[in-house]
């Protein structure tokens, strides 16, 4: 069963316009991530936000944790066309690290030009 | 980018023959995953090693077998492929199990008739 979900399935914005996808799983986890996959290839990490964090940044992501609603969310400022790739949160039971680590069925992001 | 190499990156095999699948990584890293990945459900972990000879069954294990005898290969075998088995199938490293962004092969696409 899928611990991670991403929200909307698919999206498509236009160059420079802001993108947010959600991801929501069911247990509680140590950590989330948010990988990166463009088409044909294999995933990317951008950026893991522990279970005690709220917010982190890295250029122009900001991801932030919800862990009472059991939601993440990843917001990319000022898109790119580059930036049109699938985006999967993963998470990690608690209890248990990589080995437990949980991929969600992705977010298909486009940007248009 | 990390030294992952998967081979063979696309194969094609009838029902009932068995495939091996090979990730080599130049890293030294200790844990080696195996996911595959499907349409409507992200990727679901087939199997996992911890070190040499060390090796754990993931979600969806039926069907597939693993090896490792050296740190750096880390082989999935389908002993008699079926068409439920054709997928894309990637091959991920970490330095730790516990915490840790997963570095990703760039995927073996399979494909049973």
């Known amino acids: 069963s899928q611990q991670g979900e991403e929200d909307p399935q698919a999206l498509s914005i236009q160059e420079g316009e802001n993108a947010t996808m959600n991801c929501s799983y069911k247990?509680?986890?140590?950590?989330l991530q948010w990988y990166r996959q463009n088409s044909g290839r294999g995933l990317v990490h951008l950026i893991l936000?522990?279970?005690?964090?709220r917010e982190k940044h890295s250029g122009r992501l900001r991801v932030t944790l919800d862990t009472s609603k059991k939601s993440s969310s990843l917001l990319i400022t000022a898109s790119r066309a580059a930036d049109t790739a699938s985006y999967f949160c993963?998470?990690?039971?608690?209890?248990?690290?990589?080995?437990?680590?949980?991929f969600g069925t992705g977010t298909r992001l486009t940007i248009i030009p | 980018d990390a030294g992952i190499t998967q081979s063979p990156r696309h194969k094609v095999t009838e029902t009932g023959t068995p495939v091996t699948l090979r990730c080599h990584q130049t890293?030294?890293?200790?844990?080696m995953y195996w996911y595959r990945q499907d349409p409507g459900h992200g990727l679901r972990l087939i199997h996992y090693?911890?070190?040499?000879?060390?090796?754990d069954k993931g979600e969806v294990s039926d069907g597939y077998s693993v090896s490792r005898s050296k740190t750096e290969d880390f082989l999935l075998t389908l002993e008699s492929a079926t068409s439920s088995q054709t997928s894309v199938y990637f091959c991920?490293?970490?330095?730790?199990?516990?915490?840790?962004?997963?570095?990703f092969g760039e995927g073996s696409r399979l494909t049973v008739l």
């Open positions: 993963a998470t990690d039971a608690a209890n248990f690290g990589n080995e437990k680590l949980t």
């Open positions: 247990t509680s986890i140590n950590n």
């Open positions: 936000i522990r279970s005690n964090e």
């Open positions: 890293e030294n890293h200790r844990y």
């Open positions: 090693s911890y070190g040499v000879k060390d090796t």
């Open positions: 991920a490293i970490t330095a730790s199990g516990t915490i840790g962004e997963l570095f």
